[in-house]
Structure formats: structure tokens, C-alpha cells
């Protein structure tokens, strides 16, 4: 079955020896496993083995209808299912060519940012983890409880969350919810600068990430990497503010770019600290939202019991936490379902430079640049 | 600067002529055809052009047309960072035997998006470094995302087909209801009138299995 | 042990152990006695310090550790001791079964062995050798051994790449620690635990602040050679010791478990209780080494030797010492990432092996000084290096510790498990 991996692998000299790192290996973040060429500790090549947690996620969305599939691409990225809700529900209304109410949108926009910090926070966590730092990961998770609790209360699912519908959102903001998400704002600022002097500068931290794994500005484009991965190689886009979506031209914020902080532009450690600091901002927009949030229905009047969008197909995206998500979805006007669901992730671009990179690094780097990378298995194979 | 489909429509047909189809009635996204024989250059052409600058390719995905035609049709989401505009790009392929240039030489991530393709609808990219299926196991057989695809009810011992659920639960409780009626039917003529009624039947699947 | 046996037997039954027939056999069995004793008390102290450590790191993370099986969960190390005993002892088909079997029980030795020449007070020990030093940094080398015989029997990648790991690793840091351990060595003109002990005692007949254990007569504060010499020998006894920042043979992220990645139930556990009694080990090293040993602040060790109860204060005085840097282990394991392993050998054989070099010569230099340099000019240079090495950090300390505490803001808590 693995013959040919084993044959792009190519002969293996005395000293070289193949390591089967996964699919079941504490920190290849879910089921991914890599062949690695190596000799002794230093890699030769590392290929990528993905599929192990393949649902056919796009075949499904052939067989249900179009709002019965959103439940399903909770299932695409788990750690930050707002985002492939939106990209979803963004894709089917502009096949039928209608757009969520404002209050909707503020609602979107409160989630996601909120789902962000959540996410980001586990990939900080993990990353400090498969450094060896066993500590920052339990705070990071502490501080998602509360945010899951939020989240909870808001849409009633911790993990797969269904709260955005097509057409708007599944329900309002509830009473003092407001109140509740900006204290742990204040409080979680402060937590902030807490990671930074736990981990963040912390010298053996930083040595083992400086200069390892650098992407390039036009490599990662190349290769297609997106959100935090592409900003930390120096590229400055964020859809957000490049291309707003929903209500995001409504608020103020900067786009973190990866500066080198400690090595080259472009490193792991850029990589890491442009997720710090997206939540940071991520905290000022949920911020500026609460206080903005307009009043007014929370889902489109005109959506009807089957939605049935005209003949077409849209391409819409959003900026995920793992970068630029894209549906695209094609109908053909006379079925209540897809003709052909597509999702274009950021985490399975980003396994393709995993082989390049390979090259050279030792064992605990290919770890780190994984975890670097933030990739999610269920993202990767859908 | 910003160029709006028509205008990169208008380019491209310039460059290629009759390889570039007809820019469709942006709809919702602008798209044109492109001869698959010609896909490369016309990308090559898309990337290279400074007025153009298409640096990101966005996503390659197919969609499958079975009952109606018998195409595939090749999706290209081209983004440029620089300009800042995007187009699709499609090519149409015969069902049977669909294969065209790869794009890999031209950017970087078309090799694990065709690689995806590849796998999932059969479609085979000539001068592709590693052409393998992705999510699929190396020997397993048909594309699955296409229309016709038929599972083949199992991969080596691990079966893929069931029962349905509801069927396993109207077993269980017709099994449930018949013990209930066995006992019933034992109690209703008692060897003493003390005995006690019958008892109702345990409740879910516990005697079954 | 001879003396130790003689005099017992003299207080408790009035008789000459020399007139009785089998006297071979009363001192045997007093060996196997302590040799119990030993095996029990690492054994028993491994499992403890799983559990503190346990309590420790589930306080640094905002959890609650263990606190089912006896009061504060205490017992709960009986338990998982239970539970690994009585779990399947699983051989891989492909193991070589004799190494696999036999790796553990090496470990495990290396391990125990070191206890016999490590002092717990005054007179407390099981053999005061002349060359307890030299043999307790040699049989160390047997948990090498061990280690590499189960990782290349385990026929496992993950295992060997864990122990060739352990292998460079240990062997690494032998270099800096043995250079290290020759500061005290040369300071005190003994390799006995004891004598080294002896020498941190303050010269003889001096005042109340002069004698015994007070810090300033601690070799830590003795030059700056010798505090240099604190540091090196502290950090290549944590990578001795497998622990962080030096865990790579057994770093869950990168290597699954290392080289005990195949092993189950007992076996598993005789690794972790070695792990934990290294602990002990190495802290107790630091404290003869560096921390003056059992020495009673104010107390001259000949009024130890004869008075049981300073004995017993002894003991005290070097097991709290003891203590609190295996508290500084437990602390340092759950606040610091992994290093890579280039970066552990440059450490070692870059910075750490020419800096104790550097240091043991440098002591030598200083050794023939004090001979030269009048005796004022010494005790004032002491007293100047006394303030700047050891009040200095720790009033920094105390500055960060409270700063810190002001950031957080609530949640003030400072328990440490």
C-alpha cells in the first residue's frame, strides 16, 4: 500500500533509515503521518501522507440540501467552525443574491472574531507544547473554556457550532452576554502579556524557533499559504480590510505582519507571534462590534423553507483562523441541492510546503514547523 | 491596478485568440474557457503579464457534468495580490480519459490541488512531478466526486455498507414486544391467582443483544 | 558499615560483636538491611515526589491534580505503583526478550548503587568511602547502559532514537559535571561526601557566626569559581537526569516516549522511579557539593558527631536542602521548553565543558592565593562576594516575584501545590 511513497522516497543509503511518523503520533495534531528519509536525527525529506480523515465532506454537500449541509462544515475545521459557517452560508446567499441583515452580520462578525482568539489560542498552545513547554498549553485551554462557554451560551454547541445560517444567524445576542464577553476581554488582554513572559520570550523558546522553517514572501505565495502563515512571510493582506466582507469595513484594526522579530521574516517564530498578536486585534474588534451592534432582525425575511438558488455558481471566502477559506458552490435551479460543494482550506496548502522545508531539519523541527504551520487534520483531508 | 474581468478577458484573447472562449455573462463570477491543450501558456501568460499579475492561485477543483454532458470541467480561482482582482478560469474536458497540462511549473500550489483533482474525479495532469492520490489509499478503485462514482460496499475487510439504523431498532423492538407477549401469554393462566401480573418487558435492547 | 554494626551492637547488647562465632553474618545482615533501606527510601521517595510533583504542576497549570486517594491525594502513587505491578508485561514479537528484560533492572541499579556512598546527616550513610565521589559519578554510567539496552531491544525507532539520544546526552554531560564536582573536590582536598561536607563547616573554634552551616560558608559563596561551578554542575545534572530542559530521550512530542516507548507495567514504572529518585540523586549532590551539606548553621560538626539529637537536626538540615532544589527541578520542568539536540551538545561541549575547565583551574590558582594573600584581604573579598552573589539575586528575585504579582493583578495565589 505504501509502495509508492516508498518509491518518491527513492534508494536509502547505509546511514539512512525511514521513520513513520504518524498517523498516530502525539504531536502531528491529528491524523497526519509523514514518511521521513532520514539520517539519524537530521531529515532528509519528510512527505506528507494525508486522507486519514477524509469524510467526503464535498460529496455530502451533493446529497443534502443546501441548508442541511451546514451542520457538515461545522465538521470541516473544527477548532474554528464559525469561519467555515460563514464562508458557507456567504457562498449559498450569493448564489440567491441576498445578504444577512446588519444585526446578523455584527453577529458574524462577533463570533468569528471571538472562534479566532479560540483557535489561535489551542495553536498557541500546542505549539508551546510541542516545544516541550507542557504549561502554556493547560492556560491557553483555560481561557478557550470561558470563551466556549461564551460561545455556548450564544449558539448552545461548544465545538460544532451551526450558528450561522444562510441568511443571517440562528439566534440573538442574549441578555448580558455583552457584558460577560467584554470582561473576559479586559481579562484576557492582561492574560495576554502573561503568555508573552511565560513563553513568548523565553530564550530556549525563541532559539528553537528563530530562523527555522523560513517561508519566503514569494514562496508562500507560490504555494498558496494563507492567513497567518502568508502575513508572518511579510505579505501585508488580510481580506478583512482588503477585500471586507459582511461588516468588517466597519471597524478599526491593524493586520499583524510577520517582522522577523528574532530571525528572518518569515520564520516559525513570525509565524507564532502573528497569531499573538491577531488576538489581540481580534479582542478590539469584538470590542468595537459590541458597541456598534445595531438593532434589527437577525435573519433574512426573504430565505424560504426550501432554499432553491437561481442556476450559477459563487466563490466566496472568508479569513478564517487558519487563513483564507473558499466555498464554492454551484446550483443548478431546479434541485434543492448542490451541484458540487467545494471547500479550499488554508491547512491543506499548507502541508504542501511541508516537503520543501523538510529538507534538513531535524526531527523536533519538523514538530515545530507543523505546529507552526497550524494545521487541522479534519481541515486538511475534509 | 484593478482590472475588471472584461478587461482581463480582453487581454488574454488578445494573446491566445482562439484558445480563450467567450467570457460568460458574469453572472455571479466572471469566467472563460480555455482550450485544456493550452491551459499552461494561457496561466503562464496570466501570472507573467505586470498588468495582469495573477501571483495566487486560488483553488483548482472540477465539477462533473454526467447526466447532462459528459464533461468535466476544470475550475481555475486566480487571485492577484498585487492588482487585487481575481478571475476563473475553466477548461472542458471529455469524461473518458480527461487529462491535460499540469500547472505545477507555473505555481507551486497546483501540485497538491491537482493532486486532489486527480484522486477525486480521475483527471490526469500531464508533467506533474508526483501525481498520486491524496485522500484516497494508493489502490483503491474510481474517483469518487464523480456523479457515477458507485462504492464498491467495502475496502479489504472493512465494510462501508450497514444496515439502517431504524431497521436495527424496529428488530430490537418487534424482539422486545414478542418476549413481552411470550410472558404475557405464560402469566395469563396462572397456576394460582396470586401471582403477580405481568411484568413489562425490560425496556430497550437489553434482551436482545 | 563495620564501625557503624560494632557500635550498635555495643550500645544495644553490651558484647563485643568480635567474640561472637558467625560475626560475618550479623555484618551481612546488617548489609542487607541497609541495602533494603536504601531500595525502600528511593523507591518511596520516587513515588512521593510523582505525586508533589504532580500537585506542583497541576497548581502551575490552574488544575487540581490528584486528590482522590488519601488526604490531598497523597496515596495516589501507592496506586499507580498497584496498577503498573499488576498490568500485562508486554514483549514486542520482535524485541531481543533477554535485553528488553534485562534493560530495566540495570536502570534501576545505577541507580540504587548511588545511594550507598550519599550522605543523609552527620555519619549517616552507608559506606563513607575516600572515593565516594569518584564512585558515584562512575555508577551512574550503569543507567546508561540500561537505557541503551532497552531502547536497541525494544526494536523501535522511536526507542532508539531515544536512546542513542540518552547516550550522547549522558555521556555529554559527564564532562562538565565531573569538572564541576572537582571544584568542591579541590576546595576541600577530599573526594569523600563526608570530608566534603566537613569542609564547609567554617574554620575551627571560631564564633557563633563563624562555624557551621551559615551560608557564607557554603562553597556556592566560597569564589566566584565555585559559584560558576553551582550552575554548571546543576545543569548537566538535569540533563543527566533526563529532565527538562534536557528531556529529549523521552520527549513525548517528538519521540512518543523515547526509549521506554515499548514498555509496560512494572518495567515502565522502574524507569519513572529511577527518573524520580535522579532527582533526589542529583539535589543531593548540589547540597554536599555546593550547599553545605548537613552543616548546622552556628554548630561546629564535632559537637555533631557527638550529640544524637544535632545528628537528627542534621539530617534535617540536609534533607530540606535536599528539598528544595528537587522543588526547583519540579518547578524548572513545568516552566521550560525543550531544547533541540544541537543545541544540547553545543551547550555542553561549546560553553559548558571550557567554562568548567576554566573554573577547576582557576580554583587551583585561587587555592594557592589564600596560601600567599593575607588572611584579612581573603575574608573581606568572601564577605564582598557574599553579598553580591547571594543577596543581590535574591533581593532581584523577591523584585520580580512581587512585580509579577502586580501585573496579574487578582487571582493572587502563591501556594505552591
Not at chain 3, 523501535?156 to 562538565?176: C, M, N, T
Request: charged residues 20%; aromatic residues 10%; contains cysteine.
Amino acid at each position: 500500500m505504501d509502495e509508492l511513497v516508498i518509491q518518491k522516497l527513492g534508494p536509502l543509503s547505509d546511514e539512512e533509515m525511514v521513520l513513520n511518523m504518524g498517523p498516530q503520533h502525539p504531536s502531528t495534531h491529528g491524523v497526519i503521518r509523514f514518511v521521513v528519509k532520514g539520517d539519524g536525527e537530521v531529515i532528509k525529506v519528510a512527505l506528507p501522507v494525508v486522507g486519514y480523515l477524509h469524510r467526503a465532506i464535498e460529496k455530502i454537500g451533493e446529497i443534502v440540501t443546501f441548508p442541511g449541509f451546514m451542520p457538515y462544515t461545522d465538521r470541516a475545521d473544527y477548532l474554528a467552525a464559525m469561519f467555515a459557517n460563514e464562508g458557507y452560508a456567504l457562498a449559498v446567499e450569493k448564489l440567491m443574491g441576498l445578504e444577512a441583515p446588519p444585526r446578523a452580520q455584527y453577529c458574524r462578525a462577533i463570533s468569528c472574531e471571538l472562534n479566532r482568539i479560540a483557535s489561535h489560542l489551542i495553536s498557541v498552545g500546542t505549539m508551546g507544547q510541542d516545544i516541550g513547554a507542557l504549561t502554556p498549553f493547560v492556560h491557553a485551554l483555560r481561557e478557550r473554556e470561558t470563551l466556549n462557554d461564551l460561545i455556548e451560551e450564544l449558539c448552545g454547541a461548544r465545538l460544532t457550532y451551526h450558528y450561522h445560517r444562510i441568511g443571517g444567524v440562528a439566534f440573538d445576542v442574549p441578555d448580558g452576554w455583552a457584558e460577560k464577553t467584554l470582561r473576559f476581554l479586559d481579562r484576557f488582554e492582561r492574560i495576554l502579556d502573561e503568555y508573552d513572559r511565560l513563553l513568548t520570550w523565553n530564550e530556549i523558546y525563541v532559539k528553537r524557533l528563530a530562523d527555522l522553517g523560513v517561508i519566503p514572501a514569494e514562496m508562500a505565495i507560490d504555494y498558496g499559504l494563507v492567513g497567518p502563515n502568508l502575513r508572518a512571510s511579510g505579505v501585508d493582506w488580510d481580506l478583512r480590510r482588503d477585500l471586507p466582507y459582511g461588516c468588517y469595513r466597519d471597524f478599526q484594526f491593524q493586520v499583524p505582519v510577520g517582522k522577523g522579530w528574532v530571525g528572518k521574516v518569515g520564520d516559525c517564530f513570525d509565524r507564532y507571534y502573528v497569531r499573538i498578536l491577531e488576538m489581540r486585534e481580534s479582542v478590539k474588534i469584538v470590542r468595537q462590534a459590541l458597541e456598534k451592534l445595531p438593532a434589527g432582525e437577525t435573519m433574512h425575511p426573504k430565505i424560504p423553507k426550501k432554499v432553491k438558488p437561481p442556476a450559477g455558481e459563487a466563490w466566496a471566502r472568508v479569513e478564517s483562523a487558519r487563513g483564507e477559506m473558499g466555498y464554492y458552490v454551484t446550483a443548478d435551479g431546479v434541485s434543492e441541492k448542490a451541484q458540487r460543494v467545494r471547500i479550499r482550506t488554508g491547512s491543506y496548502l499548507a502541508m504542501g510546503v511541508v516537503e520543501p522545508l523538510s529538507r534538513g531539519m531535524m526531527i523536533a523541527d519538523l514538530v515545530a514547523l507543523i505546529a507552526s504551520l497550524d494545521v487541522v487534520a479534519p481541515e486538511i483531508d475534509r | 491596478m484593478t482590472l475588471s474581468p472584461e478587461e482581463i478577458h480582453a487581454k488574454a484573447k488578445a494573446a491566445f485568440g482562439e484558445a480563450v472562449g467567450e467570457l460568460q455573462p458574469p453572472a455571479k463570477d466572471a469566467f472563460f474557457t480555455v482550450t485544456p491543450a493550452k491551459i499552461r501558456e494561457v496561466c503562464a501568460f496570466l501570472k507573467e503579464d505586470p498588468s495582469l499579475a495573477f501571483d495566487f492561485l486560488e483553488d483548482v477543483t472540477a465539477t462533473d457534468h454526467h447526466p447532462k454532458e459528459p464533461l468535466i470541467r476544470l475550475v481555475y480561482h486566480l487571485f492577484s495580490y498585487r492588482h487585487r482582482h481575481g478571475i476563473v478560469v475553466k477548461a472542458e474536458l471529455p469524461r473518458d480519459g480527461a487529462s491535460l497540462p499540469s500547472l505545477d511549473p507555473v505555481w507551486k500550489a497546483a501540485n497538491w490541488l491537482e493532486r486532489e483533482v486527480y484522486d477525486l474525479f480521475g483527471v490526469a495532469f500531464e508533467g506533474h512531478p508526483d501525481l498520486r492520490r491524496i485522500m484516497m489509499p494508493d489502490d483503491w478503485v474510481g474517483h469518487p466526486l464523480r456523479k457515477d462514482y458507485q462504492e464498491a460496499g467495502g475496502y479489504f475487510d472493512i465494510t462501508n455498507v450497514r444496515d439502517s439504523a431504524l431497521v436495527e431498532f424496529r428488530r430490537m423492538d418487534e424482539a422486545v414486544r414478542a418476549a413481552a407477549e411470550k410472558s404475557a401469554a405464560t402469566n395469563a393462566t396462572p397456576a394460582t391467582p396470586a401471582t403477580a401480573p405481568a411484568a413489562p418487558a425490560p425496556a430497550g435492547g437489553a434482551q436482545v443483544h | 558499615m563495620q564501625t557503624a554494626a560494632d557500635q550498635l551492637i555495643r550500645s544495644l547488647f553490651h558484647q563485643d560483636p568480635g567474640s561472637w562465632p558467625w560475626t560475618q553474618l550479623v555484618y551481612l545482615a546488617f548489609m542487607l538491611a541497609a541495602g533494603m533501606i536504601m531500595t525502600t527510601f528511593a523507591a518511596v521517595f520516587s513515588g512521593t515526589l510523582s505525586w508533589y510533583e504532580r500537585r506542583v504542576a497541576a497548581r502551575m497549570q490552574s488544575r487540581i491534580g490528584p486528590n482522590r486517594v488519601g488526604p490531598a491525594g497523597f496515596l495516589v502513587w501507592v496506586a499507580d505503583a498497584l496498577k503498573l505491578i499488576t498490568k500485562e508485561d508486554v514483549i514486542p514479537a520482535d524485541a531481543d526478550p533477554i535485553l528488553f528484560r534485562m534493560g530495566p533492572y540495570f536502570v534501576v541499579t545505577g541507580l540504587v548503587l548511588t545511594f550507598v556512598a550519599l550522605p543523609f546527616g552527620d555519619r549517616i550513610i552507608a559506606a563513607d568511602m575516600n572515593l565516594g565521589l569518584f564512585y558515584i559519578l562512575s555508577i551512574t554510567a550503569l543507567v546508561v547502559v540500561g537505557i541503551i539496552m532497552s531502547a536497541w531491544s525494544s526494536n523501535s525507532k522511536w526507542s532508539l532514537i531515544g536512546g542513542i539520544r540518552s547516550a550522547a546526552q549522558v555521556i555529554s554531560y559527564e564532562i562538565p559535571a565531573g569538572l564541576a564536582v572537582m571544584v568542591p573536590v579541590l576546595l576541600a582536598g577530599s573526594l569523600s561526601t563526608q570530608g566534603i561536607i566537613r569542609a564547609q563547616g567554617g574554620p575551627a573554634g571560631g564564633s557563633f557566626f563563624e562555624i557551621g552551616g551559615w551560608p557564607w560558608n557554603w562553597f556556592l559563596f566560597e569564589n566566584p569559581m565555585a559559584f560558576a561551578a553551582f550552575f554548571i554542575f546543576f545543569t548537566a545534572a538535569l540533563a543527566e537526569g533526563n529532565r527538562t530542559p534536557f528531556d529529549l530521550p523521552e520527549a513525548e512530542s517528538e519521540l512518543v516516549a523515547g526509549y521506554n516507548t515499548e514498555y509496560s507495567g512494572m518495567r515502565f514504572s522502574y524507569f519513572f522511579l529511577t527518573e524520580w529518585a535522579n532527582v533526589w540523586v542529583m539535589s543531593a549532590l548540589g547540597t554536599l557539593l555546593f550547599l553545605g551539606g548537613w552543616q548546622i548553621p552556628g554548630v561546629a560538626s564535632e559537637a555533631v558527631d557527638h550529640s544524637g539529637w544535632l545528628v537528627v537536626a542534621s539530617v534535617l538540615v540536609f534533607v530540606v536542602k535536599t528539598l528544595a532544589l528537587v522543588n526547583v527541578v519540579v518547578w524548572l520542568r513545568w516552566t521550560l521548553p525543550r531544547i533541540r539536540v544541537d543545541q544540547m551538545m553545543i551547550l555542553c561541549w561549546k560553553y559548558l565543558v571550557p567554562v568548567a575547565m576554566g573554573c577547576v583551574l582557576l580554583t587551583a590558582g585561587w587555592i594557592w592565593g589564600e596560601s600567599v594573600v593575607p588572611v584579612s584581604v581573603i575574608s573581606g573579598f568572601h564577605l564582598a562576594f557574599f553579598l553580591v552573589a547571594g543577596i543581590v539575586p535574591l533581593v532581584l528575585f523577591v523584585r520580580q516575584t512581587f512585580q509579577n504579582l502586580r501585573l496579574v493583578g487578582d487571582r493572587v495565589d502563591l501556594t505552591n501545590w
